[in-house]
């Protein structure tokens, strides 16, 4: 027989990892990920300052904002990036914990794959852990009554400690518990009914909650009323304005008489509308689309406040809050559709005009208006606040909470090793990876606030274990330094939080774990200065 040919079956431009190395890289890439977002975790956690190509600056340290910030190329750092946006739609907190989880049970999974126990018994230990986890979570698990006002804003507070707002963390939680207490509608709470702005002045101690709607649009006219007391509110989502015809006229006009009559009869279609909207004794007009100048005239007149071109999202808005329909044509119009506010004015808000319509009564939209010094800050802000309306939201569907400062994670750790001694086979080794890579969040908490996480923890094992189940609840109080009942200090998450994120890293890291060849294909095109210079012979001298 003649020489063995080689037989090529991927491109040329086709790059492989197999077994070991596939495994090991893509857990590399998972634990950079990990260790990326590991010091903004807690109250003492540190920010990050993201900058990208157009200058633009972020600082964060809101885990799944820094991960989105990233430009993310390697394919199991991207999945790494998906828990933390499942996460954060889920729940709305917890991102830096989901990750952190997963990036800990990979590295954890790399020592025993050194031990050469195989990744599927390594994965069925990590799903045997997980399901055991959340079985866990719910019976240590404390209920908290919709009506327990004390402890949704100890949860709000909790949330947004590390966020840079805790000087004025308890006006936070107020506003945000009665924020989330206003829109929930029959138990269905839909977190895009309240209504975020941020208006650059003051300091962040002046954000304020508006039962209603605050719109970025002023009044069309300078001549219109600037407060309108009762308001009857009219939302119209068709242009007060004349229509141009659909299809192609022609119009012959000969005289002056007859123009002249052409324009008057223009005008009187419009104060025709507008007289409408006078009759069935609306004073405020919310327009999606445009209102021209002949009718604004008219409205002005009237003494009506009205505003033009406002969002779908906020026409649907202000309807939620004023109980005002949406109404798409004018003959249809009538007081029925009207909604009502205590007030509707115009403000001045920092270097722009806003218009607040407020005072709703039982309003299911609502609008929480952020003030602060920069830019920047306001926007840390609003992701500090919208992680705390996740949690408190969270809590008050299901009704359950945990103690936190690490108290929950050490307490399932202790449980999983108990569990992990009636397992009779190598997963046995993989659960109790899988405890230690829980642990790792209060090593965090400890590391970031610059405690000894050796001396913390050992102390944390030793009042778990020694004071048979009262003492489930030690955690690390940041505030003191010191461990103690956590639940008690008000320092509370809620359940959804913990297992969410447990199913979420358990979920990555396992299909993480399974993969043992990647197939790449190289898109990059070679540019000019990839290709070699073709040699002309010149010489210099």
Known sequence: MGDKQAVYVLPENVQRMMGQDAQRNNILAARIIADTVKTTLGPRGMDKMLVDSGGNIVI??????????MDIEHPAAKMMVEIAKTQEDEVGDGTTTAVMIAGKLLENAESLLDKKIHPTVITKGYQMASEQSLSILKEIALRVTTDDTTSLKQIAMTSM?????????????????????QIEDYGK????????????????????????????????????????????????????????????????????????????????????????????????????????????????????????R?????????????????????????????????????????????????????????????????????????????????????????????????????????????????LPGREQLAVEEFANAIESIPIALSENAGLDPIDILTEL????????????NAGLNLFTNKIEDTFKAGIIEPLKVKTQAISSATEVATMILRIDDVIAANTKKPSYSDRPLPNKGFDFE
């Open 310 to 422: 406002i969002s779908r999202s906020d026409i649907e808005k202000l309807s939620m809050a004023t109980g005002a329909r949406i109404v798409s044509n004018l003959n249809e119009l009538s007081s029925d559709d009207l909604g009502s506010a205590k007030r509707v004015e115009e403000m001045n808000a920092g270097e722009k005009k806003m218009t607040y319509v407020s005072g709703c009564i039982n309003p299911k939209a609502v609008t929480i208006l952020i003030r602060g010094g920069s830019d920047h800050v306001l926007d840390e802000v609003e992701r500090g606040i919208r992680d705390s309306l996740g949690d408190v939201s969270a809590v008050l569907k299901d009704g359950m909470v945990v103690a936190g400062g690490g108290a929950v994670e050490i307490e399932l750790a202790k449980r999983l090793r108990e569990f992990s001694q009636s």
């Open 189 to 308: 709470i839909n977190l895009d009914n309240v209504k975020i702005e941020k208006v650059k002045g003051d300091s962040i101690k002046e954000t304020s909650l508006i039962s209603g709607i605050v719109l970025d649009s002023e009044k069309l006219n300078i001549e219109m009323p600037k407060i309108i007391e009762n308001s009857k509110i009219a939302i119209i989502d068709f242009p007060l304005e004349l229509r141009s015809p659909e299809i192609e006229t022609k119009i012959n006009i000969s005289t002056p008489e007859q123009l002249q009559g052409f324009i008057d009869s223009e005008e009187r279609a419009l104060r025709e509308m507008i007289q409408i909207i006078r009759n069935i004794g609306a004073n405020v007009v919310f327009c999606q689309k445009g209102i021209d100048d002949v009718a604004q005239y008219y409205l002005t007149k009237a003494g009506v406040y009205a505003c033009r």
């Open 461 to 472: 094992k030793a009042v778990h274990e020694s004071t048979s189940g009262n003492g489930k």
């Open 60 to 69: 964060t340290n809101d885990g799944v904002t820094i991960l989105e910030k």
């Open 161 to 181: 400690t590390g966020k840079g707002v805790e000087s004025a963390k308890e006006r936070f939680a107020d506003i945000i518990v009665n924020a989330v207490k």
